[in-house]
């Protein structure tokens, strides 16, 4: 009997330092990530300066990674499309997008495929834009008390492009003109590009856009009538702002890398280390300097909770400029 029980003991011991030694090299062959190249999708179009800012911040991350990032671009539904994807991405760390901030509003307006505090990961914050409202230097609107007297005198002639319905430069302008007491006409387009191209060809009376709009307002081709932050760039100093003209108006969407639900929390903090990296890199701060943007750094928890807190400050915003589904 004692030799079955020391036989049994020996069997299992040896059944147990196999078994161990099968697990181990499977352990150590878990391959790191990344192992191939990551898609960062730019919801706007090529050529616009999302695209451009999106560019240099893969470009950067890629070289701590060491896996090339390439960029997508897939413009149109004011800028969801990226959010569309990431609902069905595998959140392998494979597939990551930038998510504007019409992802917490256009859901309080009508249906979407995604729900933005439950369906993504928000690795990091990075950035966010400088806004304003720009006409033809040729326009005979020459300032926004302009603009103002000339849509009381004629309500809805005075046409604007933006880079979609629900997006920020849309929302902005129709916040400024309701406290006007005016109405303006928009006119949505995919993007910066689009949006540029119309206002100088004569398409729209004005646009209102992220700094895409720069060089044309630095080339003599357009005019800046007004900016969008809680203070006056440091490019355009002369332009003042819409709040401090007194229609408390106040908009620069931050924005940075976001993934599918569900992502390995290590895979996360790789992606969000090498991005974080990114915007120190002085290649990345000439490109944001180029487009007058600022670093606005958080981390994926304070990212998390950012996304929380503005779903529901969005909420009250659509209610109040009465663009609440109603559904």
């Known amino acids: 009997m004692a030799q079955t029980n020391t036989n049994r003991r020996t069997f299992m011991a040896g059944t147990t330092a196999a078994l161990g030694s099968m697990a181990l090299p499977s352990l150590a062959q878990a391959p790191a990530f990344p192992t191939k190249p990551i898609r960062y999708i730019c919801p706007w179009p090529a050529g616009g300066s999302t695209d451009a800012v999106i560019r240099a911040l893969a470009l950067s991350a890629s070289k701590t990674l060491g896996q090339s990032i390439v960029v997508d671009n897939k413009p149109g539904a004011a800028g969801l499309l990226g959010a569309n994807e990431l609902v069905n991405a595998k959140p392998d760390g494979y597939t990551v997008s930038q998510l504007p901030h019409g992802v917490f509003r256009v859901p309080h307006m009508q249906k979407t495929q995604f729900d933005p505090l439950k369906d993504f990961t928000w690795i990091a914050c990075l950035t966010g834009y400088t806004f304003g409202l720009v006409v033809p230097s040729d326009s005979p609107i020459k300032s926004i008390k302009d603009l103002v007297a000339y849509a009381k005198a004629n309500p809805e002639k005075f046409t604007y492009g933006s880079t ?42 004005g646009a209102s856009d992220a700094t895409g709009w720069g060089p044309h307002v630095e080339s003599g081709k357009l005019r800046l009538l007004a900016t969008y932050g809680s203070k006056r760039t440091k490019r355009w100093a002369q332009v003042p702002t819409l709040d401090e003209l007194g229609y408390q108006t106040v908009s620069d969407s931050p924005f ?72």
Request: charged share 25%; with cysteine; net charge neutral.
């Open 164 to 205: 979609g319905t629900g997006t920020s430069p849309h929302l902005a302008v129709e916040e400024f003109a309701q406290r006007a007491g005016i109405k303006l006409t928009h006119v949505p387009f995919k993007g910066n590009a689009d949006n540029m191209q119309a206002v100088l060809g004569g398409h729209v009376m």
């Open 256 to 327: 940075g890398v976001c993934g599918p639900k569900g992502m390995d929390p290590a895979i996360t903090r790789t992606l969000h280390d090498a991005f974080k990296k990114a915007i120190e890199d002085p290649a990345v701060l000439a490109v944001f300097e180029k487009y007058d943007q600022s670093v606005i750094y958080m981390n994926t928890e304070t990212y998390t909770k950012f996304a929380r807190d503005s779903f529901v400050a969005e909420k009250a915003t659509i209610e109040r400029l009465g663009l609440a589904n109603k559904g």
